[in-house]
């Protein structure tokens, strides 16, 4: 079985910081372009950030970026995304997703974990 498993969600003040982690199973992610993604209450999932299957590009969306760091370790199968400076409108249940032919902020992945809640609140 292919898997993404997503954590490291929680409630957290505004200004504070999150790690979330996408594990794969039964896969190496070595040879896949991994994307965050997000989705808010009544909002339409938006692409968050993009890493390349080498780790050598990255992408950000405008409203994340310099806030926001993807990175890898295939070594451990694992890739994450650190939330800094969180904000409200950061609010939302965050995916990641693998492809092995993309790399963007678009929604064209083959693998999908579920999700893990990001709530920014004071």
């Known amino acids: 079985q292919l898997q993404l498993v997503e954590s490291g969600g929680g409630l957290v003040q505004p200004g504070g910081s999150l790690r979330l982690s996408c594990a794969a199973s039964g896969f190496t992610l070595d040879y896949y372009h991994i994307g965050w993604f997000r989705q808010a209450p009544g909002k339409l999932r938006e692409g968050v950030s993009c890493?390349?299957?080498?780790?050598?590009?990255?992408y950000y969306a405008d409203s994340v970026k310099g806030r926001f760091t993807i990175s890898r370790d295939n070594a451990k199968n694992t890739v994450y995304l650190q939330l800094n400076s969180l904000k409200p409108e950061d609010t939302a249940v965050y995916y990641c997703?693998?492809?092995?032919?993309?790399?963007?902020?678009?929604?064209?992945?083959?693998?999908w974990g579920q999700g893990t809640q990001v709530t920014v609140s004071s």
């Open positions: 997703a693998a492809d092995v032919r993309h790399c963007g902020l678009h929604d064209e992945y083959d693998y």
């Open positions: 890493i390349t299957n080498d780790g050598g590009t990255v």
